[in-house]
DNA sequence: CGGCAGTGTCAAATCGATTTGACATCCGCT
DNA sequence: AGCGGATGTCAAATCGATTTGACACTGCCG
């Protein structure tokens, strides 16, 4: 089957009419190269995982990852690649899937979406597996990564909340074990100092990011004897469960209490009154993380290692100034 | 390497000692078989894909496919299979991801969960690729499929509200296009005529699934002039967004309106007040399907290609006497 | 007529792991 | 000594697609 061969894969000579029909009798056969020789024969598969980290709920809960992976899939369908997301990680002692996975070379590279084991990052690395993080970074570590500007983003969130007037701003965080926890707090604190407000961490509550404990963190802020008149949150889900707390314990949004999230998740637009947020580029990140590893792949250098993604801020219904 | 091949895979003569020496070495060279080579030999992958159907994609069944990718997930692990999820579905015409990795011979077997084109189905299976539906299937046609008792579940659940003694219950119904739309309603109508009440389509609202549109529909209901005083909810998400309307009208739960929903969601047990419902054995459907598809793939029959999994009605806190 | 470009056929090598059958040792037992 | 069982070595075939180089054929041009 040389002939075919060529003709499918647009090889040396071979007429254009040849190929045709060529591909004709192929359509009609419904043949189908066997993917297994071709891997072996042409040394890449085409194909490369995309790992859950720990983080993520569940792949398609969260409505954060569904805008990453609709960028990371636009790319890699350009590109006719296949994209292969592996399930949540197993017990933690064992190595999870997207490692075997790459040690058996049946991906050509790894994109990983949030919080993962380093040890694991590095040891796919080593075997010269392309690895690019997005949404997380090993600081300090020459891993490939694409992130939010955390730090830049709650810094803005927050400043907008001090220039409405508010001088008693709460923090909603979030307790996860890579960066974006100490980052978003950075930035909130920065905020603080730089408007001349004082830190007061009996306003900070930093919680798991959970509907329920949301709406329990929420509360506890807004019992305090002298409680915050506004609020930052770190996700947008955690500042909706800020609303609802308030609402719950009759006060009006923005009157009573100023809200700010971060993300800009589609639902944020359409909740009443329509949240205040610093939106992230979630596509944007997926793109650039997805056209980075195929870089990798094809042995380019990419220049920047760390790609920093800046926010925007999203004024919309839930913040007003301080009465 | 026939030596360390049989060592490592545990075939004829090589006595244990050898064994455990071939494996030594294997891990310090973090020697890992090529994947595609033993795939071509072997004649089979040791994976099969988990497609999520064009309604697992959104948010609210997240819940439902996290439980039932766990119970597939732990059969496939015991059975040293490993598991590749494939990408939200792509634009209409193209073949979905799996087609292709069917075609290609990627993988060993098929798990759709939801809501998928009969069509590429029947590609597959034509191919000779095991499939089996999850949570779906192809009425009429001998498609392989595990799923639950949608209709007995919306049944006992309507029974359970007219048992405390309602007589006006609201339905409120999915807009989807697969099976699950329609059985639910059999099985609500069915109850009502089974208890001797009227069906009213007045009090039937068939909405996507979607917290907005719960919410609205909900509301919606309860702005009749003679209004139910019990709904039956298709999912647990539904139901939430029944209670909220509810309590944003000032209405009491379980006192002025009962409420039940279908699904068991983990955030069933701890909301306020506890959700009545329906449980859908999540899991037990995961674990059913892969076991099933491993039996395909091993060829073995299956006996019945028709799984259904009975439901079970949990009373909680959102239900209560007709006054 | 000789040569050459364009096109197609074909056999052979390749990728990496596994399996098989032939052969070689070594050991213990009769 | 001779035999059989247990164990290990080795060369060769296999899986399916791709690539390469040798060769053949056609038709056109100088």
């Known amino acids: 089957m040389p002939t075919a061969s060529q ?11 040849t190929r045709k029909r060529v591909a004709r009798v192929a359509r009609r056969l419904r043949y189908a190269p066997h993917a297994a020789a071709r891997r ?16 993520m709920t569940g792949m398609f809960s969260d ?39 790459a ?14 084991d380093g040890r694991w990052v590095k040891q796919t690395m080593d075997t010269g597996m392309p690895v690019v993080l997005l949404d997380n ?4 570590k020459p891993v490939p990564a ?28 979030a307790a ?47 019992s305090l004897a002298d409680p915050p008149s506004a609020i930052f949150a770190v996700t947008d889900m955690l500042a909706l469960g800020v609303t609802t707390a308030a609402r719950e314990r009759g006060l009006a949004i923005p009157a009573d209490l100023s809200v700010v999230g971060m993300d800009d998740i589609d639902l944020a637009a359409v909740t009443n009154p329509p949240l205040t947020t610093v939106r992230i580029a ?16 094809h042995g380019d250098d990419v220049d920047p290692r760390l790609v920093i993604l800046p926010t925007e801020l999203v004024v919309r219904g839930t913040t007003g100034g301080h009465r």
Chains 1, 2 share one sequence.
Not at 137 to 140: A, D, I, N, W
Not at 146 to 168: F, I, K, M, P, Q
């Open 7 to 17: 003709a499918l894969n647009g090889r040396a000579r071979i007429s254009d009419q």
């Open 40 to 55: 072996l024969i042409l040394g890449r598969s085409n194909s490369a995982a995309m790992v859950p980290g720990s983080n």
């Open 63 to 101: 409505l954060f990852y569904r805008a990453v992976l609709a960028g990371v899939g636009g790319v890699f369908e350009e590109a006719g690649y296949r994209m292969l997301i592996t399930p949540p990680l197993r017990s933690a002692s064992q190595p999870p899937q997207f490692v075997e996975m």
């Open 103 to 116: 040690s058996a070379r049946e991906i050509d590279g790894v994109l990983v979406a949030g919080a993962v």
């Open 137 to 140: 970074h090993l600081p300090g």
């Open 146 to 173: 694409v992130v939010n500007d955390n730090t830049g983003g709650a810094y803005s969130g927050t400043r907008h909340l001090a220039e409405l007037g508010h001088t008693r701003i709460g923090f909603m965080g």
């Open 176 to 222: 996860v074990d890579y960066p974006f926890g100490r980052e978003t707090h950075d930035g909130y604190r920065r905020a603080l100092t730089d408007a001349g407000l004082p830190v007061d961490p009996a306003l900070e509550i930093i919680i798991p990011i959970d509907a329920e404990r949301a709406r329990e963190g929420a509360g506890a802020l807004l």
């Open 282 to 297: 979630k596509e944007a990140m997926g793109r650039r993380a997805a056209r980075m590893l195929l870089d990798l792949i």
